[in-house]
């Protein structure tokens, strides 16, 4: 179980710094600087929150054991994702579908949280096992073998 969690761990560290990082802070950061329509746009800045609400944060409770926390940033990261992604759809083609570019940028932020919900499971039962351990009856030497 301690290399599930250390697994889990790097994945979670390696999804944040590429898709928190790189497509959540600095994509949206490089949009505003652009001569764009979207650019002046309110939905670029709550993307850069988004960014750090759903991945940033997750991730360093992650690494200072604080699972449970994680999880619900997680939550309200993939509920600002599919509001960034109405907007968006919404914006480019009233009616259509598709055609934005961000039509699957959502699926990112499920993965983060389903790999947070795993990592929840995986430092939960390493805690039972802990438990059950320490509870364990100490040996009797008078029993005999």
């Given at each position: 179980m301690k290399a599930a969690k250390k697994i889990l761990r790097g994945l979670i560290i390696f999804h944040t710094s590429t898709w928190g990082i790189i497509f959540g802070i600095f994509?949206?950061?490089v949009i505003m600087l652009g001569e764009l329509d979207i650019s002046p746009h309110y939905i670029m800045k709550v993307w850069v929150v988004m960014a750090i609400l759903g991945y940033i944060i997750p991730c360093?409770?992650?690494m200072i054991d604080c699972a449970k926390i994680a999880a619900a940033f997680s939550v309200v990261g993939t509920g600002m994702v599919l509001y960034i992604h109405s907007v968006m759809t919404g914006m480019n083609n009233p009616g259509e579908d598709g055609g934005t570019g961000a039509s699957f940028m959502?699926?990112?932020q499920i993965?983060?949280?389903v790999l947070t919900v795993l990592y929840i499971f995986v430092v939960y039962s390493m805690k039972e096992r802990r438990a059950d351990k320490h509870n364990?009856?100490?040996p009797s030497i008078l029993e005999k073998n």
């Open positions: 994509v949206p950061c360093f409770l992650v959502y699926l990112p993965f983060m949280i364990a009856p100490a």
